[in-house]
């Protein structure tokens, strides 16, 4: 299976320093990467971690006014209530008893 120019490929099973140096580095550099990914993993776990108990103070927030405010509507419509019924009475009193002698 020789070529008839005589030219083989093969490789050289020997290993230099600068191939040496370059993986070395190359391993460096995914190891780095790994543990930058691990560092903004947590602090994305955290501010996730944060917002989610925010969002749940101001759900506690918007029930509170929610509650007051349904609170509220129901005052108003008894004050309502008890001024329609005061309008009634005033008409219901003749204007003589208002002049006096």
Avoid at 14 to 43: E, M, T
Avoid at 51 to 66: A, E, G, I, N, Y
Avoid at 86 to 96: A, G, H, S, V
């Amino acid at each position: 299976m020789n070529g008839s120019n005589g030219k083989t490929w093969y490789f050289n099973r020997q290993i230099n320093i600068s191939v040496l140096i370059q993986i070395v580095l190359l391993a460096g550099l995914i190891l780095g990467s790994w543990v930058n990914l691990q560092r903004q993993l947590d602090l994305l776990q955290h501010d996730v971690t944060q917002l989610l108990q925010c969002q749940k103070q101001l759900q506690l927030k918007l029930d509170d006014l929610s509650a007051k405010s349904i609170s509220y509507e129901y005052r108003l419509q008894a004050l309502e209530t008890n001024i329609a019924r005061f309008d009634k009475q005033i008409t219901k009193i003749p204007i003589e008893k208002y002049k006096g002698d």
